[in-house]
């Protein structure tokens, strides 16, 4: 049933040979990996205006010059990452870039926030679309938490049926939200171009405000700022795309920041020049849409594709996160199972744990992407300003065409990224202050599986001078509950592989006769062998097991004898069946496995019924 249910949900599974069917074309790597950016003008000028009309409603027109600069910003990561693109080919984004020039420590810093980061994404996207479907539907409100972990698991399923099904699921949202957004903007300024939308701001560009301070200025402009989340993505999934990679990838990024650069500044103005403030029940963006569109089809159009796009837009989160995990797993920094492709020739042991993670970030912000969002923009500004400065690095080391140009330009994006992580930590302290234990935590981890991996290398590898051991011979116990076909067949095959064979019982006070008739039989059916009858009054199994075999493990290497356990069990003819036999040669093994000097087998017996 599980098979059945895999194959329904994932599909069948691809041969390796097919990996170059799944990379992607410039039009699906758009959908598939810029909709997190894109996604951001969902929410991005609502948390400028937030923090500004704490103050007055007259202060947000101080979000025109922060939507400035966080433009500013945008053009200057997007050259950066266009860089990176072209010289880190492989992926990985910040973490390969800070690696190979500031060192492993900084890269881990880069890689573990984005690790976090992606798990954000995530939450932080799959709550806005939550968020934008209430704001439609308000009867849904009370079941929030709820959607969004339905949204969740179906975004988890697309990934596991490989990039190229998800990547044709995702083409429909994402250019119906470029399409819907990019009609909204033109019908907006051809409406104020004819005067049939009035200029409502509550107050004039260049007003002065009672109250307004530079700190309340830069706190605003800081939340902005979480609208360049999404712009790495590209970057660390160069492998995913056909060839010439680099420049379908750099010109992909290049496509998805002109577009970003439009939404966001358009947004902005309108938002400014209608005089619409945030509110608990309704987003900005809809409260735009009603103004230019009314409350029509379009309107509803606008909220359908701004809900689609803001949920699938954690599918950039599902395409970089196992890339990244990938990467951290060949360095020895994460277990090796995130190396492993599933069946659909995607990650998909990264795919389940971002899943995870995500919901488990819903439960504990209860699902308010407000709360979310300073803590996403620190784990996306410091891998920024660590792959920015480690460029210049980069950048000084190998010179090259327009070496000193290239530099300025990751000084600038350096400059401002490390600001933001500053003004972040001082003006946010309170939704950001988990990161200080969080990256702690993740680099100790990190540390502790790659000191893992070295050892289990250094002492698995063989040296010149290793020498074969030779025994001289070999004792074999095998388990046996009862005399059965099982126990015969176990008997048979230890005596084929040892030089000494003992048969081994556990013995219980319940039934002493049904046990002495055990022992009897056995005797009868194999005098030649060994027969010892351990009693247990704790009805334990396990701990006599183990001590016979400690005892016999002991003399046998005295002998220079291997010393071999048998465990004999019996195998049901269907896999559900098992669930109706006691798990005791489970246990007995994982008890066994503990030793050095024990080598343990199993003899299974196949039933034909």
Not at 26 to 38: I, Q, R, T, V, Y
Not at 438 to 451: D, E, Q, S, T, Y
Not at 465 to 482: F, K, M, P, Q, W
Not at 516 to 530: G, I, Q
Request: with cysteine; aromatic share 12%; hydrophobic share 50%.
């Amino acid at each position: 049933m599980w098979r059945y249910l895999k194959r329904l949900l994932i599909g069948k599974p691809l041969k390796t040979s097919d990996e170059g069917n799944q990379q992607l074309t410039k039009f699906k790597a758009l959908a598939l990996l810029s909709s997190d950016a894109l996604s951001s003008v969902a929410y991005g000028t609502e948390q400028i205006t937030a923090v500004l009309v704490v103050l007055s409603a007259a202060a947000t027109w101080y979000a025109l010059p922060a939507a400035g600069i966080v433009l500013v910003l945008l053009f200057a990561i997007t050259l950066s990452y266009r860089q990176i693109i072209h010289a880190y080919p492989s992926g990985g984004g910040a973490y390969v870039v800070a690696t190979k020039n500031w060192g492993t420590p900084v890269g881990l810093v880069a890689g573990g926030s984005l690790l976090v980061d992606y798990m954000l994404t995530v939450a932080v996207s799959v709550t806005s679309g939550t968020e934008a479907i209430t704001s439609a539907i308000p009867y849904l409100r009370a079941h929030s938490i709820g959607i969004s972990i339905v949204i969740v698991l179906f975004i988890m399923t697309l990934n596991l049926r490989g990039m190229r099904e998800s990547a044709s699921f995702l083409t429909f949202p994402v250019y119906l939200f470029i399409t819907i957004l990019i009609s909204m903007l033109i019908w907006g300024l051809f409406n104020i171009a004819t005067n049939k939308i009035q200029y409502n701001a509550a107050s004039p560009i260049g007003g002065v405000v009672p109250g307004m301070s530079i700190i309340l200025f830069l706190k605003a402009f800081s939340a902005g700022s979480s609208s360049l989340t999404g712009v790495e993505a590209i970057s660390n999934a160069v492998p995913n795309f056909k060839k010439p990679k680099r420049k379908n990838a750099a010109n992909t990024l290049a496509l998805m920041a002109l577009i970003l650069g439009v939404f966001f500044s358009g947004v902005t103005f309108l938002s400014y020049y209608l005089g619409v403030l945030p509110n608990s029940k309704e987003t900005v963006l809809s409260q735009i849409g009603m103004a230019v569109f009314g409350k029509g089809i379009f309107y509803y159009l606008l909220q359908f594709s701004t809900a689609m796009i803001l949920a699938v837009a954690a599918n950039t989160g599902f395409s970089a996160f196992p890339i990244l995990a990938y990467n951290l797993a060949k360095d020895k920094f994460m277990p090796h199972m995130y190396m492993d492709k599933g069946d659909r020739l995607a990650y998909s042991n990264g795919i389940i744990s971002l899943a995870i993670g995500a919901i488990v970030l819903i439960f504990i912000f209860d699902g308010q992407t407000n709360l979310l969002i300073p803590l996403y923009a620190v784990g996306v500004f410091v891998p920024f300003t660590l792959s920015q400065s480690g460029m210049i690095i980069h950048w000084i080391r190998e010179r090259g065409k327009n070496w000193i140009l290239n530099s300025l330009v990751n000084l600038l994006g350096t400059t401002i990224s490390f600001l933001l992580v500053v003004f972040l930590f001082l003006l946010h302290f309170q939704n950001v202050w988990p990161y200080l234990i969080i990256m702690p935590v993740l680099l100790f981890a990190f540390r502790k599986i790659h000191a893992h991996y070295i050892m289990v290398a250094s002492q698995l590898r063989l040296s010149e001078e290793a020498a074969l051991h030779d025994y001289n011979g070999s004792t074999v116990i095998v388990l046996v509950s009862s005399v059965t076909h099982v126990t015969t067949g176990a008997i048979n095959y230890a005596r084929s592989i040892g030089d000494y064979v003992i048969a081994m019982h556990v013995s219980f006070d319940e039934n002493p006769k049904k046990e002495h008739e055990t022992a009897k039989e056995f005797k009868e059916s194999f005098p030649d062998v060994r027969f010892v009858d351990l009693h247990s009054s704790y009805r334990s199994v396990a701990a006599p097991v183990l001590r016979f075999c400690d005892v016999i493990a002991k003399n046998s290497s005295e002998k220079n004898f291997s010393m071999t356990v048998l465990v004999p069990q019996f195998v049901p003819r269907k896999p559900w069946q098992n669930i109706l036999h006691n798990q005791t040669s489970l246990r007995l093994r994982a008890v066994l496995n503990s030793r050095e000097n024990i080598i343990v087998a199993t003899y299974s017996y196949h039933l034909k019924k």
